[in-house]
């Protein structure tokens, strides 16, 4: 079996007008997950959505970053693009760049047994580095696409997937 995780497609990464959105569209990234989401389904896969969700008093608010996606607010909502397919998979919620830190993931994957972990989402410089590591050094298996993720910088995405590969040793196209 194999497990797409798709982490923080949300509102206040996704759309423009919140504290850290992205300086480019991601509706190329939401076409591939919602394609790559079908294509676990029908494999019998399983998907696994990460997101922000803050409060005021969590360690990384304020430094280094400003308040975002707070709990219960439309920014820390699952882009409506994504919504639908979210439904039919498994939710999990972060308060830090890590998706393993009180997640239940850990826990969850151990159950799952995949053999290969597919991450989506953004932000390729930040959650999905902090996201493949952690994958990395619980021992599995991982795979990224380029049209999968999308930089912070939009300049660094070859030289971050190139990062993927020949530091992290995850599988890329």
């Known amino acids: 079996m194999n497990v797409l995780i798709i982490i923080d ?8 007008g919140h504290t850290l959105s992205l300086p480019v569209s991601t509706a190329e990234i939401e076409k591939y ?6 294509q676990v389904f029908a494999e019998g896969g399983r998907v696994i959505f990460i997101g922000d969700s803050h409060s005021l008093s969590d360690p990384e608010i304020g430094h280094p970053y400003k308040p975002h996606c ?15 397919l979210a439904e039919r998979s498994i939710v999990l ?3 830090t760049l890590s998706i393993f830190l009180n997640t239940g993931l850990d826990k969850l994957l151990k159950k799952l047994k995949p053999a290969e972990v597919e991450v989506i989402g953004v932000c390729t410089d930040l959650s999905d ?5 952690e994958l990395k050094i619980r021992g599995y298996n991982v795979f990224i696409s380029p ?4 930089s912070l910088e939009p300049g660094k995405q070859r030289e971050d997937l190139e990062y993927f590969k020949n530091r992290l040793g995850a599988r890329t196209i």
Do not use: S
Not at 33 to 38: K, V
Not at 70 to 84: F, S, Y
Not at 129 to 133: E, G, P, S, Y
């Open 70 to 84: 707070l709990e219960g607010t439309e920014e820390a909502e699952i882009v409506d693009t994504l919504k639908p």
């Open 147 to 150: 049209e999968g993720v999308l």
């Open 129 to 133: 580095l902090f996201a493949l590591f």
């Open 33 to 38: 997950a919602a394609q790559r989401i079908g």
């Open 9 to 16: 497609m949300l509102n206040g990464f996704c759309r423009p």
């Open 93 to 95: 919620m972060k308060n």
